[in-house]
Nanobody, 124 residues
Framework: QVQLVESGGGLVQAGDSLRLSCAASGRTFSRYAMGWFRQAPGKEREFVAAINSSGGSTYYADSVKGRFTISRDNAKSMVYLQMSSLKPEDTAVYYC?????????????????WGQGTQVTVSS
């Protein structure tokens, strides 16, 4: 049984930084790509960032490029999302997800397991 557990969300002010973590279990973590998505109230879930199995390749949504950094620690089965220069429009529930393939995709349908999400709220 694959499990993903996010943590690190919270209430911050615009311009602040926050680091999300996702602990994975139930699958050989180092073999598979990981992604972060987010969903704001009344909006569809959207892609944020993804990283391939080795960590050598990453991809970001244009809206977060240059502000967010995805990374992973395969020894600890962890994936992280470092968020800087946060904006009110970054407010959402953030989800990590895993897919059964090494390479990156930027669509939710490419991922087969999801965490429960962690709330990030950015005040202006």
């Amino acid at each position: 049984q694959v499990q993903l557990v996010e943590s690190g969300g919270g209430l911050v002010q615009a311009g602040d930084s926050l680091r999300l973590s996702c602990a994975a279990s139930g699958r050989t973590f180092s073999r598979y790509a990981m992604g972060w998505f987010r969903q704001a109230p009344g909006k569809e879930r959207e892609f944020v960032a993804a990283i391939n199995s080795s960590g050598g390749s990453t991809y970001y949504a244009d809206s977060v490029k240059g502000r967010f950094t995805i990374s992973r620690d395969n020894a600890k089965s962890m994936v992280y999302l470092q968020m800087s220069s946060l904006k009110p429009e970054d407010t959402a529930v953030y989800y990590c997800a895993t897919r059964p393939i090494q390479s990156i995709v930027a669509v939710a349908t490419g991922y087969d397991y999801w965490g429960q999400g962690t709330q990030v709220t950015v005040s202006s």
